[in-house]
């Protein structure tokens, strides 16, 4: 399993396609360097899947209880606006213009690649969110990796 890493400036053209960094796309399989699927993300960004990574997602967002009004709604929500998108012949990926809209991205971005997906944000949002850094980062650290299981599922404390 490929786990992608890194900031990444970049520019998005009037059409609304910007290109790939090469350090990215070195990061991920063969299979996984031309087709995507692009979504909204949890806060006013956008989240880009390789389609095998989205393949994943869905059939574990899929396997909801559909019974379940809130399950309902967090599949609309989830599923609202993604779309597939193919690498063209110039490393290209064009942005649907909705989602442009919803992130309010205009020129330029920043790819904000971790696990197996990409954020891309505004790069003036990603700035002013990023510059919001808590004042106690190691209390964050302590809250949210302070009670990790380890392999065979106990807890361990650092």
Known sequence: ??????????????????????????????????????????????????????????REVNSLNLYNKKNREFVRYFFRGAS????????????????????????????????QRVEIWAKDVYESMMNNEPEDFSSLAEDVMGKIKNQSGDESIS
Not at 19 to 37: A, N, T
Not at 90 to 115: M, N
């Open 1 to 58: 399993m490929t786990y992608l890493l890194g900031e990444f400036d970049c520019k998005v053209d009037s059409k609304g396609r910007f290109m790939l960094p090469s350090g990215l796309k070195k990061q991920l399989s063969e299979g996984d360097q031309e087709r995507f699927v692009i979504n909204r993300g949890f806060e006013k960004n956008l989240t880009l899947y390789p389609e095998s990574e989205w393949q994943k997602i869905s």
């Open 84 to 115: 597939e998108i193919t690498l063209d012949a110039a490393s290209r990926l064009l942005l649907p213009k909705t989602l442009l809209d919803y992130a309010g991205i205009d020129k330029e971005i920043v790819l904000f690649a971790y696990g």
